[in-house]
C-alpha cells in the first residue's frame, strides 16, 4: 500500500463498528476507510481474512479508477479478486461451511462469495450480480496483484514479500 | 535486455530452488489442484535452477539468455487479460485527508 502512495494509518484508515446483519467488514471508498463489524468477527483468524479481504479493495481503490458506485464490473472485479486472495475461498473455510468439492473448487467459490458480497452491498438481482462476475472473472481471477501468486499460506505470503523486495533486481535483469 | 556486463540472474539461484521445491511439494499439489483442477507444472523451475547455476560456474551466455527467456514469459502470462479498469498515474487525492468532520464528531 505505501508503495503505492497510500500508506495506511490505523486510526484513519481502520474503524471498528457494529453491524446489521452477519457483514464482517467493508470498505468505504468515499472515506478511505475500511470498517471492520466488531460484532460479528469472530476470532483471530477471522479478523485476519477479513483485514486482508477488506485491504485488497483498499489496494485496488488506491491503484486504479475503480468506479465502485457506478460500474457494476469494477465492483464485480475487486470483489473477485478479494474473494480469491483472502483466504475466503481455502479449503479450510469451504469445509467449514459444509461446501465440499476439490477439483477447481476454489473458483466456484470465488464467484459464488463473489456475488454474495454484491449482493450485500447492491440493490440487485442474483442474475445481474452474476453476469458482472462472469462477464469479469476470467481477468480478474488472474491479477493477483500486488502478491504475484495467491497466498494459500504464510509460506506464498513470505515468497510474495521477497518477490517484492526483489522487484528493482528482477526487472532490471530480464 | 543488458550484455553480459553488469546482468546477474533476475532472482538469486536460491529462490529458484526455493520455488521448484515449493512446487513440488505436496501442499502445492493440494493448492494448484484446487484451483486449477490439474497438477501443477515445475519443470520451468528446474530449468531456471540450472541456468542460474551454470550463469554462477561458467558466466554462460546460453544460461543467461534462457532464463530471460523464461522470465519475460512469466510476465506476460500475467499480462495476457486486459485490466477490467483503468490504472492510476497517482493514488487518490483523498486517501490521506482527514475524515470528514460530521463523522470525527459522532
Known sequence: MKHSGCAVNKERHFSCEDCNGNVSGGFDASTSQIVLCQNNIRNQSHMNRVVTHELIHAFDHCRAHVNWFTDLRHLACSEVRAANLSGDCSLVNEIFRLHFGLKQHHQTCVRDRAILSILAVRNISKEVAQKAVDEVFESCFNDHEPFGRIPHNKTYARYAHRDFQNRDRYYANI | ?106
Open chain 2, 1 to 106: 535486455m543488458a550484455d553480459g556486463g553488469g546482468w546477474r540472474p533476475p532472482r538469486p539461484c536460491e529462490a529458484y530452488r526455493a520455488e521448484w521445491k515449493l512446487c513440488r511439494s505436496a501442499r502445492h499439489f493440494l493448492h494448484h489442484y484446487y484451483v486449477h483442477g490439474e497438477r501443477p507444472a515445475c519443470e520451468q523451475w528446474r530449468r531456471d535452477l540450472a541456468s542460474c547455476r551454470e550463469w554462477e560456474e561458467r558466466r554462460s551466455a546460453e544460461a543467461q539468455r534462457s532464463l530471460c527467456e523464461s522470465e519475460r514469459a512469466r510476465v506476460q502470462a500475467t499480462r495476457k487479460h486486459a485490466l477490467v479498469w483503468a490504472l492510476r498515474q497517482s493514488p487518490p487525492a483523498d486517501w490521506h485527508l482527514p475524515l470528514p468532520q460530521e463523522e470525527k464528531d459522532q
